[in-house]
Structures are given as structure tokens and as C-alpha cells.
């Protein structure tokens, strides 16, 4: 089998990957971040994910983001709760990371070469997302180019792809590819104000996006709400 790393969240989004990269073949690795984050039960729930999901391993790295700043997931700013009505427009909102998914990709490329591993799986998401600069499609092709001139792989021609299968998918195409393969979708967390037991507050905007994707692919919501 072909070895993939795929970084794991514990969010549906992510899920949902680990459960493409297996269906293609892959023997999959996945790769979680802790990266000082205020709602570490995410980690809890990618943990779960691995053991459910039978990963061939499940990596923990630590990077303290929180140091830096900048985020309303690592610092000390309040998490938004829009209407619907406030959500949308061209503003890159207070809850994006600056440099996570580069952090990430390249930690996951690190170990990708050391497994002998060509493959490596993301969850981005340029349909259902909240505006975050470095989960468009320009963001994944320009990355899997440095990869390829970065690397030993790269190099010696073997080559790097990065995958991002969930790229243009709503998020109802995401619950209804993940329910599909079988995802069970009550094991993951995807809030972004999660308290320590897992549960979701309902009303941010990964709440949101979560349950109405949901709703309109006719599934039921298995999040668990505080």
C-alpha cells in the first residue's frame, strides 16, 4: 500500500479525508497539531477519529502558535457569533491562524519524507469556509510547488501531490461523502468555542456551517451541544 500522511484535525472535515485517502488505497498516517489552540478537545476527538478510523499511526506535534498571537483560537480574543445575516464579505475574520495550514502542510511534508511518503491529505475547503486566505485553491497548488522544489522526493523526481479532496465541496457533499464511507461524524469536533468535554456552542460560525450542512444533505445533526 501506498503510505499517505493526512492531517487530522478531529473536525467532520478531516474525518471525512482520512476516510478518501483509505478508500483510494492508502495506508494512512495521520498527523494531528497541537498548536496552542483554546479548544483542545479537537485533539481528544482526532485521537478518537484514529482509533475508529484504524490509522496505521497517529503523530501528535506540538507548535505553540499561541505565542505569536494574532487569533481569536490562540489568543485572547473573543470568538465571533454572527447572524446569518453578518456572515459572508471579503473580511478575513478574527478567527483565521496566520501561517496554520503552512505550519501544518510543512510538518506534514517533514514527515512524509521521512515515511517515504509521495502523498499528503488535507481538508480545505474553498466553498463552505470562512474567508481564510490559505484554504484556496491557489494556496494548495503553489504549496505542492515548493514541496516539489523543497524536497529530496521533489528532487530526485519521485514527487510531492497534495491533496485537497474536499477543495469544492459544500459542506452538505462533505456529511453526505463522509456518511457514505461510513464516518461516524459524532466522534468529531468542529467548534470553535468546544468546552472540555467536546461540546459544541451552537453558534459560531463552524457551528453553523456544521449544522446546516447537515441539514441540507437530510442527515442527522450527531453534534454534541453544551
Known amino acids: 500500500m501506498k503510505k499517505a500522511v493526512v492531517l487530522l484535525s478531529g473536525g467532520m472535515d478531516s474525518a471525512a479525508v482520512v476516510a478518501m485517502a483509505r478508500e483510494q488505497g492508502f495506508d494512512v498516517h495521520a498527523l494531528s497539531v497541537r498548536y496552542g489552540q483554546r479548544h483542545t478537545s479537537e485533539l481528544d476527538a482526532a485521537a478518537r477519529v484514529a482509533r475508529a478510523m484504524g490509522v496505521t499511526r497517529h503523530k501528535v506535534v506540538d507548535v505553540d502558535l499561541r505565542s505569536i498571537g494574532g487569533s ?28 496554520r495550514n503552512t505550519i501544518m502542510l510543512s510538518l506534514a511534508l517533514g514527515w512524509a519524507e521521512v515515511l517515504g511518503a509521495n502523498d499528503i491529505f488535507c481538508g480545505v475547503n474553498a466553498v463552505d469556509y470562512s474567508g481564510y486566505p490559505d484554504c484556496r485553491p491557489e494556496f494548495i497548488a503553489a504549496f505542492q510547488t515548493l514541496a516539489n522544489l523543497a524536497t529530496r ?67 442527522p445533526d450527531p453534534t454534541h451541544y453544551a
Not at 75 to 82: E, S
Not at 186 to 209: E, I, M, P
Open 72 to 99: 481569536a483560537l490562540t489568543d485572547d480574543i473573543d470568538v465571533p457569533v454572527r447572524t446569518d445575516e453578518e456572515r459572508g464579505g471579503d473580511d478575513i475574520p478574527v478567527t483565521y491562524v496566520p501561517a
Open 153 to 219: 522526493a521533489g528532487v530526485e523526481g519521485a514527487g510531492i501531490r497534495i491533496h485537497a479532496p474536499l477543495q469544492h465541496l459544500s459542506k452538505a457533499q462533505i456529511a453526505s461523502e463522509g456518511h457514505r464511507l461510513g464516518v461516524d461524524f459524532a466522534l468529531t469536533v468542529s467548534c470553535y468555542r468546544a468546552d472540555a468535554q467536546g461540546r459544541a456552542c451552537g453558534h459560531c460560525d463552524a457551528c453553523r456551517l456544521r449544522a446546516d450542512g447537515f441539514a441540507a444533505a437530510g442527515l
